[in-house]
Structure formats: C-alpha cells, structure tokens
C-alpha cells in the first residue's frame, strides 16, 4: 500500500509521493482551507480592518444568506457586529497599555504551573495517585480557554481528553 500523507488542514489523506504531494500543496483546496485555519488566529483589530475595508454583501443582506460563506470578498458584519469587534479592539488595546490589567486575568503564571508540576511529581513518587486524580478533577484545565474556542480542529490537534490518554496495553501480536 505504501506511504500515505495525512493534511491536517484538509483532513484528508493520499499516497505519499513527491508529484501527489506538490500537487495537493499547490492546490486551490490547501491553500483555502490552510488560509481558513490561520484566520481562527487573527486578533480582532486586523479583522476590524478588513472589515471596514470591505463593501457590504447585498445578498447577505437580502437574504441573511451567501453562497460564498467566509471566503465572500464582501462583508457579512452587521452594525452591531462591527461595534462589539470594535469595543473587543480597544479592550485588548486597553490591557496591552495598562499591565494591571494583564495580571488581573484568570491565566496561570508559569511558577503555578511548577508548583503543581511538582506536586504531581511528588505524588507519583508516593503512589497516592487516586488523591491526585480527584484534585486535578477539582482544578481548571491546564489548556487556554481560547484555544477551545477554535472550531472543527483536526484530530491531531485537538486537546488532550481531560483524563489524558488510557494507555492500553496490547499483548497480541498478529
């Protein structure tokens, strides 16, 4: 059967070979789909940007439907959207300038992180695993809430389950 390569922004595999591989590389479907992808990670001013610099969709408004969906070179923001982007672009604007702010946000610092790391490591050493199950269940997720934001991730890069991985052990060979 041989090689197969695997796109993670296509989510879709084909056999590995040097003329398969530049031909998906260089297609209209990659680079769409690869630009979908790196526009979940645009902060909200260059969006506003865009935005603004495009003429409304008439059929959007029309219909509240278009056929184009994201890839429209119009724009599909209403009013309101537009201002609650707006109001998202000075927050951020806000928080950069003004550090407090920054330190008051619900993220972990990296010494936290440590601390616990530590502590897991001790009670591994100590074999008081299930203590340490049940307060990690107590604990928030190790993961940034805003990369659970992000749709329809490929599977290799989705998150850890909350438990981790099981890790099952497979005797048969063959």
Excluded at 29 to 52: C, M, S, T, V, Y
Excluded at 53 to 65: H, I, Y
Excluded at 135 to 155: G, V
Aim: net charge positive; charged share 35%; proline share 7%.
């Amino acid at each position: 059967m041989g090689k197969r390569y695997y796109c993670d922004y296509c989510d879709r595999s084909f056999q590995d070979n040097m003329h398969n591989r530049k031909k998906h590389l260089n297609g209209v479907q990659h680079h769409r789909a690869k630009k979908a992808w790196f526009d979940n990670f645009k902060d909200a001013a260059a969006i506003l940007r865009e935005e603004r610099a495009k003429e409304p969709c008439r059929k959007f408004l029309q219909t509240g439907q278009c056929g184009f969906g994201p890839s429209c070179r119009f724009s599909h923001m209403t009013d309101r959207d537009m201002e609650i982007l707006k109001k998202q672009v000075d927050d951020e604007r806000r928080r950069r300038e003004d550090p407090d702010l920054g330190r008051a946000s619900p993220e972990r610092s990296i010494e936290e992180w440590l601390a616990r790391r530590e502590k897991r490591r001790a009670c591994l050493n100590t074999g008081s695993v299930l203590k340490m199950e049940d307060e990690e269940r107590e604990e928030n997720s190790d993961i940034p809430p805003h990369f659970l934001s992000i749709p329809d991730l490929p599977p290799s890069l989705l998150p850890p389950p909350p438990g981790g991985w099981k890790h099952t052990v497979q005797n048969e060979w063959g």
